[in-house]
């Protein structure tokens, strides 16, 4: 899956999340289940549960974390593949890739 930077997401709001000492666990209220990130996952989803777009967190975890951007882009792109994938979030319309006819972001 490849992310347009300009693409923010929704989470959805049967998802509850709570940090423990850097790490934090996301419970689907609906599907009865959990899922557990680690310390970079946990600032994805602070970044991106703060309405962040894929290149603010992109640039912000660049500057935060020393990782090739390439490393970076496919561990986003898996993290938020999953938790769509599990319906905990969702892409919004993005502005910008929508008027660029860009085909990885729908409706």
Same mark, same amino acid.
């Given at each position: 899956?490849?992310?347009?930077?300009?693409?923010?997401?929704?989470?959805?709001? @049967?998802?509850?999340?709570? $940090?423990?000492?850097? *790490?934090?666990?996301? &419970?689907?209220?609906?599907? +009865?289940?959990?899922?557990?990130?680690?310390?970079?996952?946990?600032?994805?989803?602070?970044?991106?549960?703060?309405?962040?777009?894929?290149?603010?967190?992109? @640039?912000?975890?660049?500057? $935060?974390?020393?990782? *090739?951007?390439?490393? &970076?882009?496919?561990?986003? +792109?898996?993290?938020?593949?999953?938790?769509?994938?599990?319906?905990?979030?969702?892409?919004?319309?993005?502005?910008?890739?929508?008027?660029?006819?860009?085909?990885?972001?729908?409706?």
């Amino acid at each position: 899956m490849s992310l347009h930077p300009s693409i923010r997401f929704r989470i959805s709001n @049967q998802v509850l999340s709570q $940090e423990f000492s850097g *790490e934090t666990v996301l &419970l689907d209220l609906k599907g +009865e289940c959990y899922i557990s990130l680690n310390d970079v996952g946990t600032r994805i989803w602070q970044l991106i549960t703060a309405n962040h777009t894929v290149g603010e967190v992109l @640039q912000k975890m660049l500057a $935060e974390y020393e990782v *090739e951007q390439g490393q &970076l882009q496919h561990d986003l +792109e898996d993290l938020m593949g999953q938790l769509m994938e599990a319906g905990l979030a969702e892409v919004r319309m993005a502005v910008e890739a929508c008027a660029a006819g860009d085909p990885a972001v729908r409706k």
